[in-house]
Nanobody
Framework: QLQLVESGGGSVQPGGSLRLSCTASGLTLDYYAIGWFRRAPGEEREGVSSISYNFSPTYADSVKGRFTIFRDIAKNTVYLQMNSLKPEDTAVYYC?????????????????WGQGTQVTVSS
């Protein structure tokens, strides 16, 4: 059974950091592009970052320079390191597996989704 599980969410103050993890079962992540998305209350789902099979990253303009996506092949896990967090980063964060090997920030390119993890940035 294909499954993605996110972890690492929580509550932090503005300027703080969190590292989200996306661990897979039933599939090998390094063959696919993996994306991170988020949905804030009342907002549309937004692509945050993706990593291609060849480790090439893509970032939304809103997180460039603050977020870093990377893989640990041995652990079959993709991480999203989030630094300099802002209140507007507050959302439920989801990881997803792409149908392609190259990354994209379009949700329609992804067919397996995790359950999400809450990130709250507030003073």
């Amino acid at each position: 059974q294909l499954q993605l599980v996110e972890s690492g969410g929580g509550s932090v103050q503005p300027g703080g950091s969190l590292r989200l993890s996306c661990t897979a079962s039933g599939l090998t992540l390094d063959y696919y592009a993996i994306g991170w998305f988020r949905r804030a209350p009342g907002e549309e789902r937004e692509g945050v970052s993706s990593i291609s099979y060849n480790f090439s990253p893509t970032y939304a303009d809103s997180v460039k320079g603050r977020f870093t996506i990377f893989r640990d092949i041995a652990k079959n896990t993709v991480y999203l390191q989030m630094n300099s967090l802002k209140p507007e980063d507050t959302a439920v964060y989801y990881c997803a597996k792409s149908v392609l090997r190259t990354g994209s920030l379009l949700p329609t390119m992804y067919d397996v989704w995790g359950q999400g993890t809450q990130v709250t940035v507030s003073s």
